[in-house]
């Protein structure tokens, strides 16, 4: 599975931004997927991630209420809608793809594929 990642961009605080992730290969829907960011000088982070089916998500709770994560199956696409960001929210966001099970699915071990990144960068 190869991840590509866009809709990184520069965007005042309380704006709003949408990353989209496109997969290509197979099986796209049997896989949890994720985003997670890293800021500079700062480990990687969870951020959301969505079950295969898109039913279930999960939230680190500093953007629970203002971001959204979603899929098509359909499309190879996740998505993550940003609002009211914060510029505590600039940071690389990477998308990533695994058969993780649920008591992993933070973890960024728990993924096998990754995508190449994308930068968001709030102003205050």
């Known amino acids: 599975v190869q991840l590509q990642a866009s809709g990184g961009g520069l965007v005042q605080s309380g704006g709003s931004l949408r990353l989209s992730c496109a997969a290509s290969g197979q099986d796209f829907s049997r896989y949890t997927m994720a985003w997670f960011r890293q800021a500079p000088g700062k480990e990687r982070e969870f951020v959301a991630a969505?079950?295969?089916?898109?039913?279930?998500?999960y939230y680190r709770d500093s953007v629970k209420g203002r971001f959204t994560i979603s899929r098509d199956n359909a499309k190879n696409t996740v998505y993550l809608q940003m609002n009211s960001l914060k510029p505590e929210d600039t940071a690389v966001y990477y998308c990533?793809?695994?058969?993780?099970?649920?008591?992993?699915?933070?973890?960024?071990?728990?993924?096998?594929?990754w995508g190449q990144g994308t930068l968001v960068t709030v102003s205050s």
């Open positions: 990533a793809a695994g058969t993780v099970i649920l008591s992993e699915i933070a973890t960024a071990a728990g993924y096998h594929y």
């Open positions: 969505s079950r295969r089916g898109g039913t279930n998500t």
